[in-house]
T-cell receptor
């Protein structure tokens, strides 16, 4: 069965701290896709990154970085030097074929 | 402007009164999907469509219907709404099922 686990329900940090959001997935397929989305307090869902199962290369985009490890079925997201504007709910998602499974989300609160 | 639109944005209705939530995208995307978001449960896929006249069930399809008669539109139909369908609904589209999804602004539905 496919499953996405975001074990951290809520994380609170002080501005400029680094924070890592964990995502662990389960699948029997060899071809799949992993995504991260951000949902700020305004409610919209914003795409952050996509990774396919054959590309384990880590990625850095500004203060954001992602670590994909197939050996541990994890796709973790790190924010460096967090800012108040990073406060949001972050969702990890697994895509297989035409279906998608989202994790329950991690609420990140960045305090000034 | 590339976008996914949903209407209505807010709806309060009574049990059993049929309703339709419309979804339209202007990006010529093949893939479209409906999700519901409930506190503590993340996003769960209701139905998806790979192309015109091709739809399939997601994880939580009970009580919902969809149709895809035109590429741009993917309405969600609740034939006999019940209080357990009170939720925040998101429509999404993507170029292909393995690409990032663009989400609509959401429809908050309350069934009394």
């Amino acid at each position: 069965a496919q499953k996405v686990t975001q074990a951290q329900t809520e994380i609170s940090v002080v501005e400029k701290e680094d924070v890592t959001l964990d995502c662990v997935y389960e699948t029997r397929d060899t071809t799949y896709y992993l995504f991260w989305y951000k949902q700020p307090p305004s409610g919209e869902l914003v795409f952050l990154i996509r990774r396919n199962s054959f590309d384990e290369q880590n990625e850095i985009s500004g203060r954001y970085s992602w670590n994909f490890q197939k050996s541990t079925s994890s796709f973790n997201f790190t924010i460096t030097a967090s800012q108040v504007v990073d406060s949001a709910v972050y969702f990890c998602a697994l895509g297989q074929g035409f279906s998608f499974i989202f994790g329950k989300g991690t609420r990140l609160l960045v305090k000034p | 402007e590339a976008q996914v639109t949903q209407n209505p944005r807010y709806l309060i209705t009574v049990t059993g009164k049929k309703l339709t939530v419309t979804c339209s995208q202007n990006m010529n995307h093949e893939y479209m999907s409906w999700y519901r978001q409930d506190p503590g449960l993340g996003l769960r896929q209701i139905y998806y469509s790979m192309n015109v006249e091709v739809t399939d069930k997601g994880d939580v399809p009970e009580g919902y219907k969809v149709s895809r008669k035109e590429k741009r539109n993917f309405p969600l139909i609740l034939e006999s709404p019940s209080p357990n369908q009170t939720s925040l609904y998101f429509c999404a589209s993507s170029f292909r099922e393995d690409y990032e999804q663009y989400f609509g602004p959401g429809t908050r539905l309350t069934v009394t």
